[in-house]
Nanobody
């Protein structure tokens, strides 16, 4: 059974940092390209970043370039998102969904709130 557990969110002030984690189990994590997406209340889901199977290359939404770094640790089946210089526009619930053998899975998400 595919399981994804996101964590690391919280309440921070503009300009601060957070590191999100996504612990994966139930599938061969090393063989899958993993992504971060986010969804704010009343908004559409927004893709944030993707990391290829071996950890590179990574891709980012334009407003995350230079601020966010996504990476995988295949040894511990965990995806990370280091977020620096956070702004209120980053406030959202962050998820790490994956499609395994045609079946979509995601965790409960982790809330990131940026507010002064």
């Amino acid at each position: 059974q595919v399981q994804l557990v996101e964590s690391g969110g919280g309440l921070v002030q503009p300009g601060e940092s957070l590191r999100l984690s996504c612990e994966a189990s139930g599938f061969d994590f090393t063989a899958y390209r993993m992504s971060w997406v986010r969804q704010a209340p009343g908004e559409e889901r927004e893709w944030v970043s993707s990391v290829n199977t071996g950890g590179t290359p990574t891709t980012y939404i334009d407003n995350a370039k230079g601020r966010f770094t996504a990476y995988k640790n295949n040894a511990v089946n965990t995806l990370y998102l280091q977020m620096n210089y956070l702004t209120d526009e980053d406030t959202s619930v962050y998820y790490c969904p994956v499609n395994v053998l045609g079946k979509h899975a995601r965790g409960q998400g982790t809330q990131v709130t940026v507010s002064s």
